[in-house]
């Protein structure tokens, strides 16, 4: 049981590039979450999958794009990759969010640098 | 809007030191609370969670949280820290407020805990 794992673990890009974070989770969770991680300001939701075929967007979601492939695996696509895009990203997924006590499980993260 | 203050930004302790790391938060409805720890280079693990009853939790490692409903506050102890407990520490609260269809998970800034041999 790997609960979320995350690809890849570090990345460097040039400006302009494009580039697709992967997650996957073996939990049978319904919904999945990426999130942003920036120093000194915590997590930020980029995008949230309520459930298999729904996506909807966090609190920062410019910039960015996800796919919900199956139950499983969850992606953040980053169309064109700018500076202020450097940052570590995290998936989670968790139980329904309709269950009011959904806890939310976090992958590895995968850190990424815009030049 | 919601937020999460974790007060405290670096904390450094010697070993078996006692350890309290504040959180509070503004919101004055009913909320679920968190802390989760990240270890160096790894992900983010759930240390406990609070969602109702006793206002003291416990949870893995020796840690313990205490709910102040009052003082709006989900403070983080530990008697006795480890070199071990080297790790930044977030404090995250949940409302019942939907955005989106969604029960809003914020997270606090971190704080980031050195202890020393």
């Known amino acids: 049981n790997a609960g979320v794992t995350q690809t890849p673990k570090f990345q460097v890009l040039k400006t302009g590039q494009s580039m697709t974070l992967q997650c996957a989770q073996d939990?049978?969770?319904?919904?999945m979450y990426w999130y942003r991680q920036d120093p000194g300001m915590g997590l930020r939701l980029i995008y949230y999958?309520?459930?298999?075929?729904?996506?909807d967007k966090g609190e920062v979601p410019n910039g960015y794009n996800v796919s919900r492939l199956n139950k499983r695996e969850f992606s953040l696509r980053l169309e064109s990759a700018a500076p202020s895009q450097t940052s570590v990203y995290f998936c989670?997924?968790?139980?329904?969010?309709?269950?009011?006590?959904?806890?939310?499980?976090f992958g590895p993260g995968t850190r990424l640098t815009v030049l | 809007a919601q937020s999460v203050s974790q007060h405290n930004h670096h904390v450094i302790l010697s070993e078996a030191a006692s350890l309290e790391l504040g959180c509070n938060y503004s919101y004055g409805g009913t909320v679920n609370l968190f802390w989760y720890v990240q270890y160096p280079g790894q992900h983010l693990q759930l240390l406990l969670k609070?969602?109702?009853?006793?206002?003291l939790v416990k949870g893995i490692k020796g840690f313990e949280a205490e709910f102040i409903k009052s003082k709006f506050s989900f403070n983080l102890r530990k008697p006795s820290v480890q070199w071990s407990d080297t790790a930044e520490y977030f404090c995250?609260?949940?409302?019942?407020?939907?955005?989106?269809?969604?029960?809003?998970?914020?997270f606090g800034a971190g704080t980031r805990l050195a202890v020393h041999p």
């Open positions: 999958s309520a459930s298999e075929g729904t996506t």
């Open positions: 939990m049978n969770h319904n919904s």
């Open positions: 989670a997924s968790s139980e329904r969010l309709a269950n009011p006590r959904y806890t939310q499980y």
């Open positions: 995250a609260v949940r409302t019942r407020e939907f955005s989106g269809g969604y029960n809003k998970l914020i």
């Open positions: 609070y969602f109702s009853g006793d206002p």
